[in-house]
Each structure stands twice: as C-alpha cells, then as structure tokens.
C-alpha cells in the first residue's frame, strides 16, 4: 500500500509567482484535503476536494485553488505568492467525504518565498 | 469559537517520566478529537482519538482525558521515552465538516 506522497519537497520562489504543488493520495482514498503549516504552528485547513470538486474551503484567499483527476491526485495552486505564503503543504488523504476517520497525511512541500 | 488552544508549547520529561498536553475549546458542535504526533521533516500521523460520548480512551502508553463540561480534554503519555521526542498537536472536527481544527503543537523532549 502505498502511502501519501507529495512533490516537489522543496521549493523557493519569489514575491509574485506562480507555484503548483501536487499530492498522490493513498490507495483506495478519494478524498483530498491541503492544509498550510506555517513554522511553529499547527497545520491550517485550506480546502478538500472529492469526486473532483472543492467539497469545503478554509479562510484562504481565491488566489489558493486546487485541482483533483479522476486518479484522485491533487495539485494545489498558489498565484501572486506573498512572503506569508512561506510554509510547509500538506497533502492528506481519507477514504471518505467528511467521513471522521484518520486523516493520513505526505510529508509535505516546503515553499519559501524570497 | 473554531479555535483550539493548546499547552504548553513546549515540554522537557526525564525518560520513564508522564508526559501531559492540553487543550482547550470553544465550539460545542464539536465531537471528533485527535491528537497527531509529527517528527521533524515529516508529516503529521495520527496518535489516539476519542468522542465526547467517552471520558477516557487509552492506547498502550498513550491516555486522552476528556471534560465535556469544561471543554477540555489532554493527552498523557506514560513511561516517556526518547523516541516519544515529537511535536504534538491536538485537533478537533465538527460532525459532517470537513477540517481538522488544529492546536498550536507541544514540542515534547524526552532526556535520557
């Protein structure tokens, strides 16, 4: 079985650009969700995706959007990159919509924004 | 009313010793309670969970209390070892959402 596995593991880009990050869930799980960990604090929700549709999004702005194929992977997608936007994204995967289970969880691409 | 507050920030135990984590909240909606163990370069994976309809839920050396009442619930972990040298978060979720509400973490160092 193979786990939740993200790419790139690290990044750097400047203020201003564009940055795509992408996940590959679990075996078996149809659920996507991102979350953006910056340093010293718990991850934050950014959005979930299922069946291919944003499926509940957290207090982040249009310019965070993301995708998720029929295989079940997802690319989450960064425009205009801020300085704050510097952080660790995590990609997790669950086997159900909003179901209250384990979330597993990759471990994670580490943007910096110079 | 969606946060999670967690303490303390960070822990020192010597090995052998009980560790202690808690965390506090708002939103009565509420009843799913995680607690996640992330190591350094790693993602995090989950530990122990408990419902609020349980005031307790033990697994191995790892302990969740939980105060309805006070909106509260900790984490123990038992017999601390060096290997337990982590970061840990608590979380919580709302019946049908889809976020995991996450505290700010507890670095927890074990001395040998």
């Known amino acids: 079985e193979t786990g939740v596995t993200q790419s790139p593991t690290h990044l750097i880009k400047t203020r201003g650009q564009q940055v795509t990050l992408r996940c590959s869930s679990q075996?078996?799980?149809?659920?996507v969700s991102w979350y953006q960990q910056a340093l010293g604090q718990g991850p934050q929700f950014i959005f979930q995706y299922y069946r291919e549709e944003e499926n509940g999004r957290g207090n982040f702005p249009p310019r965070f959007s993301g995708l998720q194929f029929p295989n079940y992977s997802s690319e989450l997608n960064v425009n205009a990159l801020e300085l704050d936007d510097s952080a660790l994204y995590l990609c997790?995967?669950?086997?159900?919509?909003?179901?209250?289970?384990?979330?597993?969880f990759g471990e994670g691409s580490r943007l910096t924004v110079l | 009313q969606q946060q999670v507050k967690q303490s303390p920030q960070s822990l020192i135990v010597q090995k052998g010793g009980i560790s202690i984590i808690n965390c506090a909240y708002e939103n009565t909606a509420f009843d799913y309670f995680p607690w996640y163990q992330q190591f350094p370069g790693k993602g995090p994976a989950l530990l122990i969970a408990?419902?609020?309809?349980?005031s307790e839920k033990k697994e191995g050396r790892f302990t969740i209390s939980f105060n309805k009442s006070a909106k509260q619930f900790s984490l123990h972990i038992m017999d601390s070892q060096p290997g337990d040298s982590a970061t840990y978060f608590c979380?919580?979720?709302?019946?049908?959402?889809?976020?995991?509400?996450f505290g700010q973490g507890t670095r927890l160092t074990i001395n040998p």
């Open positions: 408990i419902r609020p309809d349980v």
């Open positions: 075996s078996g799980h149809n659920t």
């Open positions: 979380a919580a979720r709302s019946q049908g959402a889809q976020k995991l509400v």
């Open positions: 997790a995967s669950s086997p159900g919509q909003g179901s209250i289970g384990e979330l597993f």
